[in-house]
C-alpha cells in the first residue's frame, strides 16, 4: 500500500481506551475522527428512536441494525476516516463482527489491546460502562477479536495491525508511525 491509508479502524474490547487513543491520534492526522457508536446514537436520535446509549441498546436487533447499516454508509462517503469501534461485540447469542466490512473496506485495521486487568478496573471506574465481563470471558473476547479481524483483513485486502495501550499517548504514535509507514509504501516487518 502506498498513500494515505483513506480508513485506518481501531477496533478493541470496551475498556481498551480506544476512543481515548484516537482522540489523541485525530489531532496528528488529516482524517476524520468517527465513533461508530456515537454516531450510531446521532442517527437514532435523527430518526427519534433513542437519546441514550442504554436506548439504543434496548432497540429490537432489527431496528440496531438498520442504524448500524445507516451509520456505516455515512462513514463510507467520507474520505480520510479514523474510525472508533469495537469490532466485535458479545451478544447473548454470541458473537457479532461490528465492523461492517460489505460497506466500508479499512485500509488498516488496529487492533489497541490492553492488560485485561486494567481493561477490567477501567470499566468498574466507567459508570457509563455497560459491559460487564469476567476475566476469563474477558481474555476470550479479546481472542475471537483478534480472530476475526484478522479473518476480515484478509476477506478486504486490509493490513492489521495490532498496538498495546501502555499509555494512550504513546498507542496513538504507534499507531501515527503505523500511517505514516502505509504513506510512504514501508511493508518490511
Not at 436506548?55 to 455515512?74: S, V
Not at 460497506?103 to 486487568?117: F, G, T
Given at each position: 500500500?502506498?498513500?494515505?491509508?483513506?480508513?485506518?479502524?481501531?477496533?478493541?474490547?470496551?475498556?481498551?481506551?480506544?476512543?481515548?487513543?484516537?482522540?489523541?491520534?485525530?489531532?496528528?492526522?488529516?482524517?476524520?475522527?468517527?465513533?461508530?457508536?456515537?454516531?450510531?446514537?446521532?442517527?437514532?436520535?435523527?430518526?427519534?428512536?433513542?437519546?441514550?446509549?442504554?436506548?439504543?441498546?434496548?432497540?429490537?436487533?432489527?431496528?440496531?441494525?438498520?442504524?448500524?447499516?445507516?451509520?456505516?454508509?455515512?462513514?463510507?462517503?467520507?474520505?480520510?476516516?479514523?474510525?472508533?469501534?469495537?469490532?466485535?461485540?458479545?451478544?447473548?447469542?454470541?458473537?457479532l463482527?461490528?465492523?461492517?466490512?460489505?460497506?466500508i473496506?479499512?485500509?488498516?485495521?488496529?487492533?489497541?489491546?490492553?492488560?485485561?486487568?486494567?481493561?477490567?478496573?477501567?470499566?468498574?471506574?466507567?459508570?457509563?460502562?455497560?459491559v460487564?465481563?469476567?476475566?476469563?470471558?474477558?481474555?476470550?473476547?479479546?481472542?475471537?477479536?483478534?480472530?476475526?479481524?484478522?479473518?476480515?483483513?484478509?476477506?478486504?485486502?486490509?493490513?492489521?495491525?495490532?498496538?498495546?495501550?501502555?499509555?494512550?499517548?504513546?498507542?496513538?504514535?504507534?499507531?501515527?508511525?503505523?500511517?505514516?509507514?502505509?504513506?510512504?509504501?514501508?511493508?518490511?516487518?
Amino acid at each position: 500500500m502506498k498513500g494515505v491509508p483513506r480508513t485506518v479502524a481501531v477496533v478493541g474490547v470496551p475498556g481498551t481506551g480506544k476512543t481515548t487513543v484516537c482522540r489523541i491520534l485525530s489531532g496528528m492526522v488529516r482524517h476524520t475522527y468517527i465513533n461508530y457508536g456515537e454516531l450510531m446514537l446521532r442517527v437514532a436520535g435523527e430518526w427519534n428512536l433513542a437519546e441514550t446509549l442504554e436506548d439504543l441498546f434496548k432497540l429490537p436487533m432489527d431496528q440496531q441494525h438498520l442504524i448500524w447499516l445507516e451509520a456505516a454508509h455515512r462513514i463510507r462517503r467520507l474520505d480520510y476516516v479514523l474510525m472508533d469501534l469495537h469490532g466485535l461485540d458479545r451478544s447473548p447469542l454470541g458473537y457479532l463482527i461490528s465492523l461492517p466490512v460489505d460497506i466500508i473496506s479499512p485500509d488498516i485495521i488496529v487492533i489497541l489491546e490492553s492488560d485485561p486487568q486494567s481493561i477490567l478496573w477501567r470499566r468498574m471506574a466507567d459508570s457509563k460502562m455497560r459491559v460487564r465481563e469476567s476475566l476469563e470471558s474477558l481474555r476470550e473476547h479479546m481472542e475471537m477479536l483478534r480472530t476475526s479481524m484478522f479473518v476480515c483483513s484478509a476477506v478486504l485486502g486490509s493490513v492489521v495491525s495490532i498496538v498495546e495501550n501502555h499509555d494512550p499517548e504513546e498507542a496513538a504514535l504507534d499507531i501515527l508511525g503505523i500511517i505514516e509507514a502505509a504513506w510512504a509504501g514501508d511493508t518490511t516487518p
